[in-house]
């Protein structure tokens, strides 16, 4: 904790420097694109679909980076002193960014995409008090209102061009449309009895809600709140009483914790499977089935359906 606390801390002397020496003035883009920092993957994501031609998106979290746990280094500080518009998920996801984006965000326009979403649609987060789950992603219609928001800050940022943001971002959610269509096809497949979802931590409740799944994770919605003997016990004696066949890995969690669950299951007389790796709060390598957030989706919900319609038909 000493160490992140430092390294906030650094990250926050950086940018005062930075803006000290740079002031509000920004240097132009060569090539006449609008400069965009992005956080996590999916939000680069979204911000390069909407965008298209008229952006260049840097995200500052690559494929299997936790950003409960992100801290800006002196590099991030730069990148988003450069860019002429930032986003990020907001919902107190990024939560070691949170200080160094409000400080830029005086300066620039920042947007909370997850923010932008209708309150009343959002989960609690029962740790604090008046904050909501943030892994919105992970219901399509959710992330639906995300890509609007986006749209209207570029078109806010650069009006001259507001038409191809609204294709870009109608043709987008044309295809996200389909997508949540096809989650739910998916899903039914399943009988609801054996829609069980058990991953490394809470990341999963509003994909559970929206395509029918109970959800239980071993760690809470922050990854930053490690899992104790006696979590792993209960949930072990849980997957033991519903005999729940398959719990699944996140990338962005280290496999440990699912492995410790799994040997908690079998001391108590029954095996559990690893049915797969999920991506969640992560993208994955560009070239992996989850290197965008439609493959990541697809991707999650494939591997879901595969463990636990096998599991059905024993």
């Keep these: 904790m000493l160490l992140r606390v430092l390294s ?28 965009v920092v992005a956080t996590t993957g999916q939000v680069a994501d979204a911000a390069a679909r909407v965008g298209g031609e008229r952006v260049r998106v840097t995200a500052l979290m690559g494929p ?10 002196e590099g991030d500080v730069s990148r988003l002193q450069q860019a002429d518009l930032i986003f990020y998920n907001g919902l107190f996801l990024e939560a070691q960014l949170a200080q160094v984006l409000a400080q830029i965000g005086q300066r620039k326009p920042v947007l909370a995409v997850a923010e932008a979403i209708e309150p009343a649609r959002l989960l609690a987060w029962d740790e604090y008090e008046d904050q909501f789950d943030p892994h919105v992603w992970f219901d399509v219609t ?53 829609r069980v979802l058990i991953t490394a931590h809470d990341a999963f ?54 492995e410790a669950l799994q040997a908690a299951v079998a001391a108590r007389g029954f095996q559990v499977a690893i049915g797969g790796e999920l991506y969640s709060d992560a993208l994955g390598d560009a070239d992996s089935p989850g290197g965008t957030y439609i493959g990541m989706m697809r991707h999650n919900m ?6 636990l319609h096998e599991a059905s038909q024993e």
């Design 205 to 258: 409740h509003y994909f559970g809600r929206a395509y029918g799944f109970e959800v239980h994770g071993l760690q809470g919605i922050s990854t930053a709140s490690e899992a104790g003997a006696a979590d792993v016990r209960e949930l072990a004696e849980f997957i033991v009483a519903r005999r729940i066949p398959a719990i699944f890995v996140e990338t962005s969690v280290p496999v440990r914790t699912i």
């Design 8 to 35: 906030l801390l650094l990250a926050l002397v950086i940018l005062g420097a930075t803006l000290a020496a740079c002031g509000t003035a920004q240097s132009a883009p060569v090539d006449g694109r609008l400069r």
């Design 302 to 307: 494939t591997t879901i359906v595969a463990a």
């Design 142 to 194: 959710l992330w639906i209102e995300a890509v609007h928001a986006i749209r209207d800050a570029y078109i806010a940022a650069d009006p001259e061009h507001a038409e191809s943001y609204r294709a870009n971002a109608a043709a987008y959610v044309q295809e996200l449309a389909a997508l949540h269509e096809e989650l739910l096809a998916l899903a039914a497949t399943v009988p609801a009895e054996r």
């Design 64 to 73: 299997g980076i936790d950003p409960h746990l992100y801290v800006a280094s």
